[in-house]
Structure formats: structure tokens, C-alpha cells
């Protein structure tokens, strides 16, 4: 196998045994909390022969292990239980809200990674200019305010004061996608501001980190502009860290944005979670737990493989 | 005629306000059309920056305070950015030192060679292409047509400086700066890139400023010398005249070979302080060693001599135990030595010491001269007290520094010679028989080399002590070693007394590599080309 398959094949595979460690430690933790489904579903008051009985009805009283076995065997297949708050199949229940959670990432990442990455080379070509100076200024502002904070904020003017987009983000399956833009621009719009600043500094950083190459200086004296130096010569050479701060801040607008869609009532997974937690539905705990976690890695291990191929040496061998 | 570049009074001055110093303290250079200048001086001395002013470039921190650069009548000093964009790469070209570094490693080879011709308007992508294959042509790399197709990860070092030549001739410039080309290369490789580069300059009659520390170099490059030294010309001349009739004390300085008179030594009539036999040594399945069999004279120097890759420093790691052979046997006084040091114990240890190439990173820069001192005494020999401090005073005037000056002052506040010399005293303070000297004076000027291999010598006849010496530069194993170790590509080519490999060598290898090193003549490398041609 040619090394650099063998450098990805290993990524995945190291991606997987997290993602199977991570599966293993939420169902050890869920089984260490006191009472168990039988228990939940029956109440206080059950003897303990119904209890029992209703365990071996629900395979409770197989081994742990085994039990851990079955789930992750459906949990393979999409299936994840049932929910013991609604009754519904977890698939069921996480796929309209995964649907929501992946549109508010997606709608906040196609505007803030851009934005962010243009912003970090504009202000790498300008260091110390008064436009590097506010660019930072405010991405440093806005990632110092806890994220429900700039969400009021944004609440209090542009929705209570201007009146111009709703406070509350309530999209169903009948709302159009113009619609549902406009209706969750306001928690897009916290996230962006959230996530911005990381990526921009990250990349102002490793731009002017390689500015100091050698080459870099070879290509001015080779009568290259500033700004071609810096998309053309520099930015090749930082892709590795840009693109991890960005895989890690995607997998923020998925996995972290519980406060966000608590604010503004988003119908989005993290929401799920909060009300799964409070009302001890661990079947979807388990569920939502495995997706974040997933996602988490997932955007990772690509990260690390995009990392290994923007670099010359390992994508050609000597 | 009028000149190609006048530069007048031009003064370079780096730092911020209230503590500038000066780099340049005003500065003439002239130069025609198609003349080739050699910039000379030690490290320091301002060159390289007044190479890359010569562009109307300056490096961050530095500005020019005063003076004019006149390039075909265009002050470059106060020229605009566009105006100077306009000239770099296609009026006046660049060629860096370290071209593995100078080459964006993220890009092919031809298509940094293309790049200035397309911005400028020169040429359009098919010719500009052709172009590179016919220059690299001209360079004589290897595999013209598909060269330039490569990464410069996929290209060795000399090859790599060739095709940056080619890269700066891609407008056809006027004038090429090129700064220290040679200096990162091999001896055998520097030949080629020198003969490369003045073909191509001379058959484009290009002007060039070629700035080197190297005097046997610059020789065979310059139709005209200039002296540098803190920032001033100490004097110009055609380099003929140059090398015959150096005018200032500091030129004739320069051009004093190294001349360490030294009794000749017999290395078979002492016994054999350590010897390696069939050692093979590597990282992963890559050999780097591959069956080394040695035997060191005690109280003599033994250089290890070879170029990058022959596995010479590796061989040092063997012996201090870094790096533990795979196979053979290595001997400390007729007895086994364990492969990793940490199964030798404290005495071997103490015996074995060792001096690197680069002080600046080989001492700990958080630390004073004392504290560095002290802590090898108090861990081998168990001082304490005013016994600890008497033997660092000691050590201090062993290696001819002022201790009350200098024991409390830290690293960072030290010359490069003086950390060199801090670096052998710290190996000294182990009371050691035998010390590796990893191209301890490679990083230094000249005459700070010599003053560092002068210390050494007398260490050795003071103490006693046994030297392996690694080392590519042959003037060095000239002047100081008793026994020649001659390597390539991890094998042991030739072995023998200084004189006899020196007078006679007997491989092939041998004798090029000794033909390879310049000489202080004008004719030199014409001499050797054809020679190595034939």
C-alpha cells in the first residue's frame, strides 16, 4: 500500500476504535446511574416481581455486556429504541430534528468560514493596519461574550427594537426554505459571531507564521504583489492548521449549540437533548450522545486527512 | 558608458528609534553592464544586506537612511512599490542561499520558474515552460523535461540550487544577486553549481553580485572583489590583483591560509583507546552505518571526513550511545561498550564527551556560564563547595576566558566563538579521555575557527587527549588531525595518516573530493573541471 493510503486507512481506523470507545464509556455511564428503564417506566411503586418480570420482557436482565452488544448491533442498523417519553422510535424522533440542527450548521458555516478565512488573510496582509486592529478588536469582543448573551443582545435590537427578524426561530416541515432562512437568522447569526473569531485569528496566525519563510521573501523579490504572496505563496503552506480550527469549530456549530436553540426555541437536537436529560429518556440520551460524538470525530479524522494531503511531501513521495 | 548600478553613500540601519545601530555605514559600489562583483567579508560584515539593497529590498527592521541606489539611472531607494515590483525578477533576480528553503515547498519546481515571466508579461506559459526545460538544459540538471514537473521536497540540494539560477535568469536580467549559493552545498556538488553558474552567467552576460565568505569561491566567480567588513569596504580591486597584492591588514588576514604549525605525529605507536568493528548502524530499515570498522590512537585526532548523508554524524551517535548499533562490536580500552548509554556506566560515561556544531542550541540559553560549568563538575567528579568553584575557574582559564568577566554572564550574551568555547569547556569538565568534535567550527567565521582549532590542539597536548573529529571541510582536517577517515554513503572509503591520504590518496572518491576543494586561484576551477570532465 502506497504510505499515504496507509496514513489515511490508519486515521479512519483510529477514527472508528474512538468512536466504538466513546459508545462503550456513555453506556457504562448510563448504567451506573441508579435505577434502570424497568424502574422509570413502572415508578416507585411496582413490586418487584412485576419489575422483574417487565425486565425480562425488555432483556434487562441479560449481562451488561451482552446488553451492550444488542444495542450497538441496532444501533448499526439506524435503530435506536424507543423513546419512553413519546413512545417514538428514537430514528424517528432524531430525524427531524438532525434535519433542523444540520440546516442551522450548515447556514451558519457556509457564511461564517468564508467570512472568517477572508477576513484572517485580509488582516495578515494588513498586520498592524487600523483595519487588522478592529477586525481583532471585535472578533476578540464578540468571542468574549458568552453565547446566550450575544444572542439576547441580537434579540434586544434587531428583533425588539427594529423588529426586523422574529424572536423566536420555530421552523416545521411546512415552513419554505426562504422562510426558515429568514426565521433562524437571528441564532445563525449568534453562531457566526461565535465561531468567527477563532478561524479568522487562527488563520491571521498561521499566515503570518509562514510570512517569514524564506520562500516568501524569494517571491517578493521575484516582483510578486503583497496579496498574490500571501493567496498564492503563504496560504498553501498554513492550510494544516486553518483547517483543523475550522473542522473543530463546525463540529461546534452541531454539537455545541444547545444554548443557542434553548434562546431561541430552535426544534434542533440539542433542544432534544436538554429535554431527553431532564426527563431521564436515556434511549435518546444514548442516541443524540453517539451523533454528537460521531460528528465530533468524523470532522476531526477529516480534518487530519485534509491536513495530510495539502502537504506536498506526503501527497508526493520522493 | 554609463553604469549599470551606482550605488552612493548608502547607509542601512536597523532597530527601533532610540536604538538603531548601524548596518551599513555608507556604502559605494559600482558595477557595469555584465561585470560579476564578489562580496567578501565574515558574517556580520553587512553583504547580504547590502546584496538585497542592491534590489532596493530591505529585510523587517532594517531601513535606508541614507544614500542612493541608482540601477540603470532608477533610484531604487526612493523608487515606489510598484516600481521596484516592476524590476524584481524580471530586471534584477535573486538567488538565495538555502534554495531548499527558497522554494515554496507547496508548488512544482517550473511552476516558480514560470511564475515571474507570466507577471511581468514576458513570455506566455508554453514558451515560459520551454524556457525552463531549456535553461535547466543549460544548468546541466539531470532529466531537463521532466525536472521541473517535481516538488523541491523530490530534489536534492545542489540540484535545487541550480534551478533556482534558472528560475532568476527566467526574464533574462540584467543583474542576479546571489547570495552565499554555495555555502549550504557538498564540496564535490559546490563544483557543479559554480560551473552552472558562470556558463550561464557569462553566456547571457549578465551582471552579478556574488556575495560569499568563501574566498577561494569568490575567486573563481568575480571579475572584481570588494572587502566588507562591520559595515564598511576595506578595499575593491580586480581579482587578479586582489589575490596577488592584498592591500589592508584585514584582506591579507583573510587571505592567510590556515597555518596551525604542528610537529607530524605517528598514530600506530600509541594503543587504541576505542575501536568500532563492523558496526551498522540506521533509523527503521534505512542504513546509515553500514559495517564502520575504526580504531582510534590514543592522544591523536582522527577526522571523520564526508559530505552530507555519509553517515559521519551518525557515527558519533554510535559512539556516544544516542543511537546503539544494530551489528558489530564497539571497544572503550579492549572492553565491550553497552550500545545505549543508559547501560554504561558513570566512568564511560565521564570519559566520553562530546562538542556540537551548534553551540547556540547545544547550551542551555537560560543559563549562565557558571551554571552550565558547574553542574557537569558537581555530577562526574562530586565537587562541592570552593573545590567546585576553584575547578570551574579552572576550566575557565583552560579555555583562555576571564572568569571573573564571564562566569556570570548567560549564553545569549556570548560571541559564537565564546559559546563554542563554553561548549568544550563543559565537555572538559568531565575530565574526559576522549571528546567527539561534531563540526564544531562549521558555524563559525574563520578566524574565530582557527582560534577555536588553536585551543583545541593545545588542549590535546596539555591533556592528553584523544579527538574524533567529524568534519566536511577539508582545510580543518588538514590542519589538525593525525588520522584520515575518509566516508560515503555509510561505508569507510579510505583510512590513513593525514600526510598519506592528503599526499597520496588512494580511492577515487578520495581524490575527488580533494580536487573539489576550491583553491585560491583564479584558474582553479576551469583547471578542475576539465580535469573531472576527462
Request: charge should be neutral; aromatic fraction near 6%; charged fraction near 20%.
Amino acid at each position: 500500500m502506497p504510505p499515504l493510503m496507509k496514513l489515511i486507512s490508519s486515521r479512519l481506523a483510529l477514527g472508528a476504535v474512538t468512536l466504538l470507545a466513546v459508545s462503550a464509556l456513555m453506556f457504562v455511564g448510563i448504567e451506573l446511574l441508579p435505577g434502570d428503564l424497568a424502574q422509570q417506566i413502572l415508578g416507585q411503586s411496582a413490586t418487584p416481581e412485576t419489575l422483574a418480570a417487565f425486565r425480562a420482557e425488555l432483556g434487562l436482565d441479560q449481562p451488561a455486556h451482552l446488553r451492550y452488544l444488542d444495542w450497538l448491533a441496532a444501533a448499526a442498523q439506524g435503530d435506536f429504541g424507543t423513546s419512553m417519553a413519546s413512545q417514538r422510535a428514537v430514528a424517528d424522533l432524531l430525524s427531524t430534528r438532525l434535519t433542523n440542527t444540520m440546516f442551522l450548521a450548515c447556514y451558519a458555516a457556509v457564511i461564517a468560514v468564508p467570512v472568517a478565512i477572508l477576513l484572517g488573510l485580509l488582516s495578515a496582509l494588513w498586520r498592524n493596519s487600523l483595519f487588522d486592529r478592529s477586525v481583532n478588536v471585535g472578533a476578540l469582543g464578540a468571542i468574549s461574550m458568552p453565547e446566550f448573551f450575544v444572542a439576547y443582545l441580537l434579540v434586544l435590537f434587531l428583533s425588539i427594537r427594529m423588529g426586523w427578524f422574529p424572536t423566536l426561530a420555530r421552523i416545521d416541515e411546512a415552513s419554505s426554505f426562504g422562510d426558515a432562512l429568514y426565521r433562524s437568522f437571528l441564532p445563525a447569526l449568534t453562531l457566526i459571531l461565535v465561531v468567527i473569531a477563532h478561524m479568522m485569528r487562527m488563520t491571521r496566525a498561521a499566515i503570518i507564521n509562514v510570512l517569514a519563510a524564506p520562500y516568501i521573501e524569494m517571491a517578493r523579490l521575484k516582483g510578486v504583489p503583497r496579496w498574490r504572496v500571501i493567496v498564492l505563496h503563504a496560504l498553501p503552506n498554513a492550510l494544516a492548521p486553518i483547517i483543523n480550527v475550522v473542522a473543530l469549530n463546525l463540529a461546534y456549530l452541531i454539537v455545541g449549540v444547545v444554548v443557542v436553540e434553548v434562546v431561541f426555541s430552535y426544534p434542533g437536537l440539542g433542544q432534544l437533548l436538554v429535554d431527553a436529560v431532564a426527563s431521564r429518556d436515556f434511549p435518546v440520551v444514548q442516541a443524540v450522545g453517539l451523533f454528537f460524538a460521531g460528528t465530533y470525530i468524523t470532522l476531526n479524522v477529516l480534518a487530519d486527512i485534509l491536513s495530510i494531503l495539502s502537504n506536498p511531501r506526503l501527497r508526493h513521495a520522493r | 558608458m554609463s553604469k549599470l548600478l551606482d550605488i552612493r553613500g548608502l547607509r542601512l540601519e536597523a532597530g527601533p528609534k532610540g536604538k538603531r545601530t548601524t548596518i551599513l555605514h555608507g556604502l559605494d559600489l559600482s558595477l557595469n553592464r555584465g561585470e560579476v562583483l564578489g562580496l567578501v567579508g565574515e558574517s556580520g560584515a553587512g553583504k547580504s544586506s547590502a546584496g538585497l539593497a542592491a534590489m532596493g529590498y530591505t529585510r523587517g527592521g532594517v531601513a535606508i537612511t541614507a544614500g542612493e541606489i541608482l540601477f540603470d539611472g532608477i533610484d531604487l531607494a526612493q523608487a515606489s512599490t510598484a516600481t521596484l515590483q516592476d524590476l524584481h525578477g524580471r530586471r534584477i533576480a535573486y538567488v538565495a542561499q538555502s534554495a531548499a528553503a527558497s522554494f515554496n515547498p507547496a508548488h512544482r519546481l517550473i511552476d516558480q520558474f514560470c511564475e515571474a515571466p507570466l507577471l511581468h508579461g514576458t513570455a506566455a506559459r508554453a514558451e515560459a515552460e520551454a524556457d525552463a526545460i531549456a535553461l535547466y538544459r543549460q544548468m546541466q540538471l539531470p532529466d531537463p523535461q521532466q525536472i521541473g514537473f517535481r516538488y523541491p521536497h523530490q530534489v536534492s540540494g545542489g540540484q535545487l540550487q541550480r534551478a533556482m539560477t534558472a528560475m532568476a535568469m527566467a526574464c533574462r536580467p540584467d543583474l542576479i544577486i546571489f547570495d552565499e549559493p554555495t555555502t549550504a552545498l557538498d564540496v564535490t556538488t559546490q563544483i557543479e553549481v559554480l560551473g552552472a553558474i558562470r556558463d550561464i552567467v557569462e553566456r547571457y552576460d549578465t551582471a552579478a553580485i556574488y556575495i560569499t565568505h568563501d574566498l577561494a569561491v569568490v575567486s573563481q566567480m568575480a571579475d572584481r572583489i570588494t572587502v566588507m567588513q562591520h559595515g564598511r569596504e576595506v578595499e575593491t580591486a580586480q581579482t587578479r590583483k586582489m589575490l596577488e597584492a592584498p592591500k589592508a591588514d584585514y584582506t591579507k588576514s583573510l587571505w592567510a591560509v590556515r597555518a596551525l604549525d604542528r610537529p607530524r605525529r605517528d598514530t600506530n605507536d600509541t594503543e587504541t583507546v576505542l575501536s568500532l568493528s563492523g558496526v551498522t548502524a540506521g533509523y527503521g530499515t534505512t542504513k546509515v552505518l553500514d559495517g564502520v570498522s575504526l580504531d582510534l590512537p590514543k592522544g591523536r585526532t582522527t577526522a571523520v571526513v564526508g559530505e552530507s548523508g555519509s553517515g559521519k554524524s551518525t557515527l558519533a551517535k554510535v559512539i556516544a550511545g544516542v543511537l546503539p548499533p544494530g551489528e558489530g562490536k564497539v571497544l572503550w580500552q579492549g572492553k565491550p561498550l553497552p550500545g545505549p548509554y543508559q547501560k554504561r556506566n558513570r566512568a564511560t560515561l565521564r570519559h566520553i564527551q562530546m562538542v556540537y556544531q551548534m553551540a547556540d542550541t547545544a547550551l542551555n540559553p537560560r543559563h549562565t556560564v557558571r551554571e552550565t560549568l558547574e553542574r557537569p563538575v558537581r555530577h562526574f567528579l562530586g565537587l562541592r563547595g570552593s573545590a567546585l568553584r576553584a575547578r570551574v575557574n579552572q576550566l575557565m582559564e583552560l579555555i583562555e576566558l576571564d572568569p571573573a568577566t564571564f562566569l556570570d554572564r548567560r549564553i545569549p550574551e556570548l560571541s559564537g566563538g565564546q559559546k563554542q568555547r563554553i561548549g568544550i569547556a563543559r565537555a572538559l569538565a568531565a575530565e574526559p579521555e576522549f571528546i567527539i568534535c561534531d563540526e564544531v567550527t562549521s558555524a563559525l567565521d574563520q578566524l574565530v575557527a582557527e582560534g577555536i582549532l588553536r585551543l583545541l590542539l593545545r588542549l590535546q597536548d596539555e591533556l592528553g587527549l584523544t579527538y574524533l573529529f567529524i568534519t566536511h571541510d577539508l582545510a580543518t582536517v588538514e590542519a589538525i588531525a593525525d588520522q584520515v577517515v575518509i566516508m560515503q554513503r555509510g561505508k569507510i572509503v579510505e583510512t590513513g595518516a593525514q600526510h598519506q591520504i592528503f599526499a597520496a590518496p588512494k580511492s577515487d572518491y578520495t581524490k575527488r573530493l580533494l580536487a573539489s576543494v576550491p583553491q585560491m586561484d583564479a584558474g582553479w576551477l576551469d583547471g578542475v573541471r576539465q580535469r573531472l570532465a576527462s
